[in-house]
């Protein structure tokens, strides 16, 4: 008997099981990232440390289609905090922030974008946001967004265990005896393929905040 498209029941499996340990994997992972916090600021997924006698605040931003590690330092002195922001190798910029006033301790760059980095400028009222030493409080991994991905891989196993079942009661209505044809076999393959990566994406996303 000559072997059809159909007939590839391994790519289908690979696909249940797939899917199956994406919810698994994703489950503990999201899980887990509710003991994660960050501090949402401009856009940015900032992670705070408190040290003996500074608190750092981390992070990335984009720039020149490169990840860049952005770094606010607040050290207490007497009278303030004093605030020190980095974007990947420019200078520091610093201040010396206050309950009444906050004041530009470096100088801007002579030449070339003010701030060191044309896509980040970190202001005086950064500068007060961070003096006040705020907690990173918000979760990133999001039960939510997980449950709603999970529901698309749901969808996508039905698809792939019972694909000649769900050919056959939509054209069963139309065609006598209804056939799946080769040209219906590499869609649906294809369609399962990009739904795996859909998944894929839509976990990611879930896990780290970015938002659906």
């Not at 905090?81 to 004041?103: I, L, M, W």
């Not at 709603?148 to 769900?166: D, S």
């Amino acid at each position: 008997m000559k072997k059809t498209t159909g007939d590839w029941p391994l790519f289908r499996k690979a696909a249940l099981l797939l899917l199956a340990g994406m919810i698994a994997l994703f489950a503990v992972l999201t899980f887990l990232g509710r003991f994660q916090k960050d501090l949402a600021f401009q856009g940015l997924s900032m992670t705070r440390e408190d040290l003996p006698d500074r608190t750092v605040y981390s992070g990335y931003g984009m720039g020149y289609n490169r990840k860049i590690p952005i770094v606010v330092t607040c050290l207490p002195e007497d009278g303030g905090v004093r605030v020190e922001f980095t974007a990947g190798e420019s200078e520091a910029q610093v201040y010396q922030a206050a309950e009444d006033r906050t004041e530009r301790l470096s100088a801007p760059r002579e030449g070339g974008p003010p701030y060191g980095w044309e896509e980040y400028v970190f202001t005086e009222e950064d500068a007060r946001f961070f003096a006040a030493l705020p907690e990173a409080d918000r979760v990133r991994a999001s039960w939510g967004a997980y449950l709603g991905v999970t529901v698309l891989a749901l969808f996508f196993m039905f698809n792939a265990a019972f694909p000649k079942a769900l050919f056959t009661l939509r054209h069963m209505w139309t065609v006598e005896q209804p056939e799946p044809t080769k040209l219906f076999w590499l869609g649906y393959f294809f369609s399962l393929g990009l739904g795996l990566f859909l998944t894929l994406v839509g976990y990611l996303l879930a896990l780290t905040g970015s938002g659906l």
